[in-house]
């Protein structure tokens, strides 16, 4: 009988017919509780308490038998924790932070679950309290261990700080293992019940095994001699049916083919003859619970699909062989040379002075003709990377619809809006043609790409949202993205889909690099496993992650690894900076490239100071009101110099956004994801703000020549390398490079002074050499300028929200 008031919270295979029951509570009685399969299930034939370390390993601690609350970690479950580091533990029982280095709070060695583990042993009843007490793992040298947002007794706090939590009722006897006298059937409607009360079930879902079910066979749609193969990975499926017809105006007739199961969770049919052209899209069912989003009548868009006419579908069955090979004598520039600037592609050839059609106006030809113009506005500014937002098929409505792109529906196929003929496949070879007017400006091609979420209709949902997206034990997403549906990328497949998929960007439409939208959603792990795959197949490739998500930030995670990471530490300290806020420390150590805990190789930050989300620089800084920029004051675009001043000269990889060099503002508006108005370049503000235009331009110039090799450094300079320079009370500071002589006799000084009151920089003896100015905050030198140039005094004179550039050797 089971005990009243008792309830099955969740159930879960950990083996085709092995899993794990978890109740409300402790269960109590002396007889395992009385549960069922049903009504598709097999019968049980083992039922049996999970050991209490089993769950303490998940939850952080247990109770023993003696009554002990044990708390208790696997160091080898955390790889970033130091061998033979202490650990302590810390919560609301013993002050936090007050517990590091306390002795009664230190865990010791033990062994659990047959591996070693860091345990501390208490008597349970001070701990068993309501409300939950909070806890979390913390080692000698301050460093928090992170608690994994999936774990049964997360708690976030108002801060959004995950801790684990002690509840009462749940201590380790509350979960059971059980057996089935056979596999279950994954496509098959199975919970799990009380075997003496009809209510209370709750579904069987596959556990952490389903996620690496996985498959080699080539995916989508194969065209090869004399026939087509279509391939879906849907483990969980009942049936798959595809939908064919060779026009797209006779898609309500389409022929219906029954797809075959395979062994490996691919369905599989293989139809007479070359379908190149022809239009496709499925359609499947399986389990009707909490865990599956399967729809008959839905149309499915092939995940793999190389082409679709619009976010709805159909896909387009394309043979590769008949795929134009993209041109390869381009050569990537190495990282440390790069100048990057974000750009979309609506917003680069909205407004462009160059003569186009309206429809070629919003899309990929249109971009390409404003490349190839003698006047393309990012070839005279001087960056050698354009960073292009996400251009792979998105969730806008049709082609007049302005959308940035970060709601994916298929992540092989070219956006549908930005070519001139969707329906026969033209987006892809525009694309093409895209990337490699770029290249011939000598301008390398990152993409913008989104794998943490999908956008609507959300196709890969239908095919399995069990596998494909993370959940918890009742099946509501994660919405860690804040776009409701994060993707389960640790899933085998999911992995392949987005490898195969990066690959395919790579191979045949000849990009040079990604960056990932919310890459901590993807995980160091993931993360890793896509930078072998795509540095087997393209060496040189850029990879930089936006290395956070609503969840946390993973750029000390990826130091060992080769992605940059957008450096928010250093966007917001120089919007800061620039209008007296900030230090002379930070100073310091955003200029020499954020070393430590941010990046261990010089271009492993990407310093930026305006992206595509929120305010625009201009915006965020200006004196105005109603961060409105669009008609900056004297002061706006003195700070604006600075910024890009420090931005180019600091050591790191130099982002803008299209735009920055001529004040773009959007108005003081925050998020503008669907204003094309706002978004636009208005490249007339290269006529009102030429000098802040010339300005960017000289020192992207400076960067990139012999004369500021200093500043693009390969790996990270001795400590000698840099010589810094400051005075009490002031934020100003002075910067020499190569100030031991470690890299040759040219040295370069650098000046800046953010504040409202001229100052003066003791430099001493580093005064006494050769130096001659290149720039100051408002404009660079040409030679035969005769202009007045500060001189190097020992006391280096800075005006007011001044800078200067020398060079010496």
């Known amino acids: 009988m089971s005990l009243p008031g008792q309830r099955i919270i969740a159930a879960w295979l950990t083996a085709p017919d092995e899993?794990?029951?978890?109740?409300?509570?402790?269960?109590?009685?002396?007889?395992?509780?009385?549960?069922?399969?049903?009504?598709?299930?097999?019968?049980?034939?083992?039922?049996?308490?999970?050991?209490?370390?089993?769950?303490?390993?998940?939850?952080?601690?247990?109770?023993?038998?003696?009554?002990?609350?044990?708390?208790?970690?696997?160091?080898?479950?955390?790889?970033?924790?130091e061998p033979g580091a202490?650990?302590?533990?810390?919560?609301?029982?013993?002050?936090?932070?007050?517990?590091?280095?306390?002795?009664?709070?230190?865990?010791?060695?033990?062994?659990?679950?047959?591996?070693?583990?860091?345990?501390?042993?208490?008597?349970?009843?001070?701990?068993?309290?309501?409300?939950?007490?909070?806890?979390?793992?913390?080692?000698?040298?301050?460093?928090?261990?992170?608690?994994?947002?999936?774990?049964?007794?997360?708690?976030?706090?108002?801060?959004?700080?995950?801790?684990?939590?002690?509840?009462?009722?749940?201590?380790?006897?509350?979960?059971?293992?059980?057996?089935?006298?056979?596999?279950?059937d994954l496509a098959a409607e199975v919970v799990v019940r009380w075997?003496?009360?009809?209510?209370?079930?709750?579904?069987?879902?596959?556990?952490?095994?389903?996620?690496?079910?996985?498959?080699?066979?080539?995916?989508?749609?194969?065209?090869?001699?004399?026939?087509?193969?279509?391939?879906?990975?849907?483990?969980r499926a009942r049936w798959v049916r595809l939908h064919l017809a060779e026009r797209l105006e006779g898609l309500d007739a389409a022929?219906?083919?029954?797809l075959d199961r395979r062994c490996d969770g691919i369905w599989e049919a293989r139809l007479e003859g070359g379908l190149h052209g022809w239009f496709y899209w499925?359609?499947?069912?399986?389990?009707?619970?909490?865990?599956?989003?399967?729809?008959?009548?839905?149309?499915?868009?092939?995940?793999?699909?190389?082409?679709?006419?619009?976010r709805e579908g159909p896909g387009i069955v394309l043979d590769r062989a008949r795929i134009a090979a993209p041109d390869r004598s381009f050569r990537t520039p190495a990282w440390q040379d790069l100048v990057i600037a974000e750009a979309h592609v609506r917003d680069l050839t909205a407004l462009a002075p160059v003569t186009l059609p309206a429809e070629e106006r919003r899309g990929f030809t249109g971009l390409r003709h404003w490349v190839e113009s003698p006047d393309f506005h990012l070839a005279r500014l001087g960056v050698n990377a354009v960073e292009l937002q996400p251009v792979v098929e998105f969730d806008a409505a049709g082609p007049a619809e302005y959308h940035w792109g970060y709601m994916p529906v298929n992540w092989f196929a070219p956006a549908s809006g930005y070519g001139l003929d969707p329906a026969a496949a033209s987006p892809l070879r525009e694309l093409q043609e895209l990337v490699a007017a770029f290249h011939r400006r000598g301008m390398a091609v990152l993409l913008d790409v989104v794998y943490n979420h999908v956008g609507l209709p959300p196709h890969l949902l239908h095919v399995d949202k069990l596998y494909y997206f993370e959940q918890d034990g009742a099946g509501v997403l994660a919405n860690w993205s804040a776009c409701g549906n994060d993707v389960r990328a640790s899933a085998a497949m999911a992995r392949r889909l987005i490898i195969d998929s990066l690959v395919h960007l790579v191979e045949v439409v000849g990009v040079d690099g990604f960056r990932f939208d919310l890459a901590e959603l993807l995980g160091p792990a993931v993360l890793r496993e896509i930078e072998a795959a795509l540095k087997r197949v393209k060496p040189d490739v850029v990879l930089i992650a936006e290395p956070w998500s609503f969840r946390g930030h993973i750029a000390r995670?990826?130091?060992?690894?080769?992605?940059?990471?957008?450096?928010?530490?250093?966007?917001?300290?120089?919007?800061?900076?620039?209008?007296?806020?900030?230090?002379a420390e930070g100073f310091v150590y955003f200029f020499q490239g954020s070393p430590g805990e941010f990046a261990a190789w010089p271009a492993q930050t990407v310093n930026y100071t305006e992206s595509h989300d929120d305010r625009t620089w201009i915006d965020t800084i200006t004196e105005n009101a109603d961060h409105d920029g669009a008609r900056p004051t004297l002061n706006d675009v003195r700070r604006t110099h600075l910024m890009a001043a420090i931005l180019f000269a600091a050591i790191g990889l130099p982002m803008i956004a299209a735009g920055q060099d001529f004040l773009r503002s959007k108005r003081g508006v925050n998020n503008t994801y669907q204003r094309g108005d706002l978004n636009a370049l208005d490249y007339r503000r290269l006529y009102r703000f030429p000098a802040t235009h010339a300005y960017f331009a000289g020192w992207i110039a400076f960067r990139r020549s012999e004369r500021g090799r200093l500043l693009r450094q390969y790996s990270r300079p001795g400590a000698g390398f840099?010589?810094?320079?400051?005075?009490?009370?002031?934020?100003?500071?002075?910067?020499?490079?190569?100030?031991?002589?470690?890299?040759?006799?040219?040295?370069?000084?650098?000046?800046?002074?953010?504040?409202?009151?001229?100052?003066?920089?003791?430099?001493?003896?580093?005064?006494?050499?050769?130096?001659?100015?290149?720039?100051?905050?408002?404009?660079?030198?040409?030679?035969?300028?005769?202009?007045?140039?500060?001189p190097v005094t020992a006391e280096l004179f800075v005006p007011a929200l001044g800078c200067g550039l020398w060079i010496a050797g």
């Not at 039922?47 to 089993?54: Q, T, Y």
């Not at 591996?115 to 301050?142: C, E, I, N, S, Y």
């Not at 003496?196 to 065209?223: E, I, N, W």
């Open 19 to 81: 899993g794990l029951v978890e109740l409300a509570r402790d269960w109590t009685a002396v007889a395992p509780p009385p549960l069922a399969l049903g009504p598709e299930g097999p019968a049980l034939t083992r039922l049996e308490p999970e050991p209490e370390d089993a769950f303490g390993r998940e939850s952080g601690y247990f109770v023993n038998a003696a009554g002990e609350l044990v708390f208790c970690l696997w160091p080898e479950d955390h790889p970033g924790l």
């Open 86 to 184: 202490e650990v302590f533990l810390a919560g609301d029982f013993n002050g936090w932070q007050r517990a590091i280095g306390a002795a009664e709070w230190r865990l010791g060695p033990a062994s659990l679950d047959g591996a070693a583990a860091l345990v501390r042993a208490a008597p349970a009843g001070p701990f068993l309290t309501d409300p939950p007490q909070r806890f979390k793992f913390v080692t000698g040298a301050h460093r928090w261990l992170p608690v994994p947002s999936q774990v049964p007794n997360a708690a976030r706090d108002d801060r959004g700080n995950y801790n684990r939590a002690i509840d009462p009722a749940r201590t380790g006897r509350h979960r059971f293992r059980f057996a089935t006298a056979g596999p279950v």
């Open 195 to 235: 075997a003496d009360h009809p209510d209370g079930a709750v579904p069987l879902r596959p556990g952490d095994f389903f996620f690496q079910l996985k498959s080699h066979r080539p995916l989508g749609a194969v065209v090869g001699a004399g026939e087509t193969t279509f391939r879906l990975f849907a483990p």
């Open 255 to 258: 022929a219906t083919y029954e």
């Open 282 to 310: 499925y359609t499947l069912d399986g389990p009707h619970n909490a865990f599956g989003a399967f729809d008959p009548g839905r149309r499915v868009l092939d995940p793999y699909a190389l082409a679709t006419v619009g």
């Open 557 to 583: 995670d990826l130091r060992p690894t080769g992605f940059a990471s957008w450096n928010d530490g250093f966007r917001d300290f120089l919007r800061d900076y620039v209008r007296g806020a900030g230090t």
């Open 722 to 790: 840099f010589r810094f320079f400051s005075v009490p009370g002031s934020t100003a500071a002075a910067a020499i490079y190569n100030a031991d002589g470690s890299q040759g006799p040219q040295r370069i000084l650098f000046a800046v002074n953010p504040t409202p009151a001229d100052v003066e920089l003791p430099l001493g003896e580093a005064a006494g050499a050769d130096w001659r100015q290149l720039a100051d905050h408002e404009r660079f030198f040409e030679p035969g300028d005769r202009e007045p140039t500060l």
